[in-house]
């Protein structure tokens, strides 16, 4: 068996991938996580209400056990409006695994046939209290979807939740290339709002060198920073200033990772440059 049921020191339950020998959502558990970093930090009820009657779109990049999306759509239920979920993973299993555990893991709420379907056809949609939910899966390596003619098609989205193994384990998904490839995949005039659970230096000035911009986020579990970015300052909250910049400038772990080998390194003389010449810092 590859994954496991885990219950966590605060009593909730989670899965945890024997392979990978990793948790999901290991400290607050799998709905307290979601709604930290994603529903309330990215304003999801609030955006969505006063999005109007075009679709809503999330990426959901991590799928995972499904608990960051089902928790999402548990948050919106009481608000009106469409919202379409494209997920990617490379795998479904850790889902089909979540299905068979619904009730123990506890954040499923009533969307098991959805779920369902979802693994079925690779694509699902259903009524979502107030609102409706279209949700497609997109499995295999994210990289190469990402890299492909067809990733052209994806809609582009209004948020993103980014929930990748972290760059030691995973370091294929927190390269340079991959966060431009995002980027520049996004709608100039649609704005959107990428969080994720990492705080670290190396993170934040690879999203900056990617085209984004990027502010501090809200705590979760043992972390008391998260990482907010986006494709407009205005849904920053607390935007990263040139004292971020200087401690940037001093860390040993920096540089942007430009392929799939995880490595720690200083800034280097071009990164400084082009981090200065941001938009985010030259007016400061």
């Given at each position: ?172 998904m ?11 995949r ?5 704005p ?63 540089e ?11 800034l ?7 981090l ?9």
């Amino acid at each position: 068996m590859g994954y496991q049921l885990v219950q966590l020191k605060n009593g909730s339950w989670s899965v945890r991938s024997l392979a990978e020998g990793e948790t999901f959502h290991p400290v607050v558990g799998p709905v307290a996580e979601a709604e930290a970093l994603y529903v309330r930090q990215l304003r999801l009820p609030e955006r969505l209400a006063a999005h109007g009657d075009s679709e809503f779109v999330v990426w959901d990049v991590g799928l995972g056990a499904a608990a960051n999306v089902l928790t999402v759509l548990s948050a919106l239920r009481d608000v009106p409006g469409r919202v379409r979920v494209v997920s990617f993973d490379h795998t479904l299993e850790p889902l089909r695994f979540a299905l068979r555990h619904a009730e123990a893991l506890g954040y499923f709420s009533g969307h098991e046939e959805l779920v369902a379907t979802l693994l079925a056809e690779k694509r699902a949609e259903a009524v979502n209290g107030l609102g409706t939910v279209k949700w497609e899966v997109h499995d295999g390596d994210f990289p190469t979807l990402l890299a492909s003619p067809a990733s052209d098609a994806w809609p582009k989205p209004h948020a993103i939740l980014f929930d990748a193994y972290s760059p030691a384990k995973n370091p294929a998904m927190w390269t340079l290339p991959l966060f431009r490839g995002i980027h520049a995949r996004l709608d100039p005039a649609r704005p959107c709002a990428l969080a994720t659970y990492s705080r670290a230096t190396l993170l934040r000035v690879t999203l900056l060198l990617a085209g984004w911009s990027v502010g501090a986020g809200s705590a979760t579990g043992e972390k008391e920073e998260t990482t907010i970015a986006a494709n407009t300052p205005e849904l920053l909250v607390a935007p990263l200033d040139r004292a971020w910049l200087g401690r940037a400038q001093r860390s040993t772990s920096a540089e942007p990772m430009t392929e799939a080998v995880y490595r720690q390194a200083p800034l280097s003389a071009a990164s400084e440059a082009a981090l200065r010449e941001h938009p985010m810092f030259a007016a400061a």
